[in-house]
């Protein structure tokens, strides 16, 4: 999918601002307690998720997140199909207070291509 030059500048500065989780690690991860947070649409959700994760879509999510996670300190990885929503996403949970919130690189796709 072609972005705009402005949204794919968004994306690489959150990029550059928080860490990113290899697919390979994930379920290693959440067994320790992580939470895999799925920040795409809700169709997208319904159509293919991670088992065991949360859904808050992106467009929700600052206003919904506290309510979701109370806990400022649990480690999040948030997740779209690739990366940009979930690095934006993760950018946005460490502006409000999320010290350990993450994106995982590849996204969902990453994770399938695992299986």
Request: charged residues 20%; proline residues 1%.
């Amino acid at each position: 999918m072609a972005y705009s030059e402005k949204f794919q500048g968004l994306a690489d500065l959150a990029m550059s601002q928080v860490t990113s989780v290899a697919s390979d690690q994930v379920k290693e991860l959440m067994a320790q307690g992580a939470v895999a947070l799925d920040i795409r649409d809700k169709e997208e959700h319904e159509a293919d998720h991670l088992a065991g994760s949360l859904h808050v879509s992106r467009g929700k999510l600052e206003m919904n997140i506290e309510g979701v996670l109370p806990d400022l300190n649990t480690t999040v990885l948030c997740y779209c199909n690739a990366n940009n929503r979930g690095a934006l996403s993760a950018n946005t949970l460490r502006q409000m207070g999320y010290v350990n919130a993450h994106y995982i690189a590849g996204g969902l796709k990453a994770c399938r291509a695992l299986a």
